[in-house]
């Protein structure tokens, strides 16, 4: 007896998904935004290694995708703060998730612990 076996397909929404979250740095920075708003150079300080080039183009990219908006403040001096949308707010569970698979510690809930600041 062979059994017969559905065709493999592809699914457009996951080609969506991580055509924009599988891009290098833009996972992290969600993480970070999921801490609190944040301003630009303080998002730099939690990432130093990412450049301020690449950063910016990430953050414009989640800003079209309607995952984070940017507040100017008028100042002096100028300032900017990065917020997650409520669509990018939304992206917590699955992060949380990833969390869980990577092997970070829970709570009895099996929600993962967050890390303790270093200072």
Known sequence: MTE???PLTSCSYTEEVFA???KRWTGLLIDLLLQR???FNELHA???TLSKRVMS???TELQTAALVEREVDPGPPITATYRLTERGQRLGPAMDALRV??????DNDG???PPKPSR
């Open 46 to 48: 939690a990432l130093p």
């Open 20 to 22: 924009l979250l599988g």
């Open 4 to 6: 017969t076996q559905l």
């Open 37 to 39: 708003p944040a301003r």
């Open 57 to 59: 183009e990430r953050l």
């Open 101 to 106: 698979w990577a092997g970070a510690p829970v």
């Open 111 to 113: 929600r993962p612990i």
